[in-house]
Nanobody, 122 residues
Framework: QVQLVESGGGLVQPGGSLRLSCAASGGIFSSYAVSWYRQAPGKQRELVADISGGGTAIYADSAEGRFTISRDNAKNTVYLQMNSLKVEDTAVYYC????????????????WGQGTQVTVSS
């Protein structure tokens, strides 16, 4: 039973920065990988970045070089640092956790937060 809450979204000008946070319940968080997704109006939800329980990160091409995903397992929190923001980054950003620890199994549940709005506009 994992509950996620995103925060840190807001309005920022092109070229600016934001740091999103995804706070999770449950104490020990290292058994879960976490992804950041985003969804713009009228578009499909897309993967932005993913981080394993051990801290290995991958990025979508659109985020590579501008965004950094990180985690602090002691705080049960995953971050998405977004720099050099573009208008096309405007979307609702969601975090998703999924279990990858001991006794993990295929097709396990995905736990989603409610999202935080990021608007990049001049």
């Amino acid at each position: 039973q994992v509950q996620l809450v995103e925060s840190g979204g807001g309005l920022v000008q092109p070229g600016g920065s934001l740091r999103l946070s995804c706070a999770a319940s449950g104490g020990i968080f290292s058994s879960y990988a976490v992804s950041w997704y985003r969804q713009a109006p009228g578009k499909q939800r897309e993967l932005v970045a993913d981080i394993s329980g051990g801290g290995t990160a991958i990025y979508a091409d659109s985020a590579e070089g501008r965004f950094t995903i990180s985690r602090d397992n002691a705080k049960n929190t995953v971050y998405l640092q977004m720099n050099s923001l573009k208008v096309e980054d405007t979307a609702v950003y969601y975090c998703k956790a999924y279990y990858t620890g001991p006794y993990y199994y295929a097709n396990g549940p995905n736990y989603w937060g409610q999202g935080t709005q990021v608007t990049v506009s001049s």
